[in-house]
């Protein structure tokens, strides 16, 4: 079964480098685009120095984590999720339906998005360099921790895409809610949350847990326990992914119940 998925995977991944120019002038608008958002976050850094006593290569951290988790989390939801209200609205998910595979999987599979592989190398080459001049060396425990963090990361993005798009079973439309509960929040991951009030640090820790993103596991990285009620948050992001993965996997789930075909 495992080996039917990946087919379905391959082969929408391999569509979308048949035109091979194509292709390369994606990515290289989306290698500038992300670039110019990093760029810009240096010059600003460069001028204002530390913000909440975090240097630029902590910030650039935060950063790296939300885009190499937002990636991950794109590759595989947000082709699928990202056309699920025109799918309802037109009757093709009708057609997701009659297969006799996993309704989920069978989406996420064969809408796997190739888009996204600049943005890995990006996002990588950023902790690299990041860890490098803080001088931090990862020990083989951390390097796994290091893949936990961003798995946990990437299912908490994942659970944003979801939560977000799936409202569209009842209203066929959910661009705000995408773009308002997890577009404009997660921009405010891009800084420490201890700049925020405390009202938005509470509602990114325990309504909305983008915090776990990067803001609690890069900590455990550079040795710090800033803006946590316990040091236990260093270490909560993989559970913290799963756990709400589960409850949009369930949410997903409400939503197929409600569903009603065009019929066509």
């Known amino acids: 079964m495992f080996g039917l998925y990946g087919a379905f995977a391959k082969v929408a991944f391999l569509t979308q480098l048949e035109y ?5 002038m994606r990515m290289t608008a989306k290698i500038l685009g992300w670039s110019s ?12 120095g530390p913000v909440a ?11 790296a984590f939300d885009v190499l988790s937002y990636s991950i989390a794109g590759t595989f939801f947000m082709g699928g999720f990202g056309k699920l209200p025109r799918l309802i609205r037109s009757g093709e998910l009708d057609g997701i339906l009659t297969k006799p595979v996993n309704p989920l999987i ?5 809408k796997v998005s190739a888009g996204y592989t600049s943005n890995y190398v990006i996002a990588g080459s950023i902790i690299g360099i990041s860890l490098h001049n803080l001088g931090i060396s990862l020990s083989f425990n951390q390097i796994v ?3 936990l963090d961003i798995a946990g990361a990437s299912l908490i993005q994942a659970a944003g895409f979801m939560v977000t798009t799936v409202p569209a079973f009842w209203f066929l439309k959910s661009d705000g809610l995408y773009r308002l509960f997890y577009k404009n929040l997660t921009c405010f991951l891009q800084y420490p949350l201890t700049i925020y009030h405390g009202g938005i640090r509470f509602l990114l820790t325990f309504l909305l847990p983008y915090g776990f993103i990067n803001f609690y596991p890069v900590q455990f990285f550079i040795n710090r326990q800033e803006g946590m009620l316990s040091p236990l948050f260093l270490f909560l992001t993989p559970f913290v992914g799963a756990f709400v993965f589960f409850i949009a996997y369930r949410f997903w789930q409400k939503g197929l119940h409600a569903y009603q075909s065009t019929g066509s």
């Not at 069978?106 to 064969?110: E, G």
């Open 106 to 110: 069978y989406l996420i599979c064969t």
């Open 37 to 48: 958002g990093f760029i810009l976050l240096v010059i600003l850094l460069k001028k204002v």
């Open 53 to 63: 006593g975090w240097g630029l290569y902590e910030i650039l951290l935060l950063y």
């Open 145 to 147: 921790w290091l893949i």
């Open 20 to 24: 091979r120019g194509q292709y390369l």
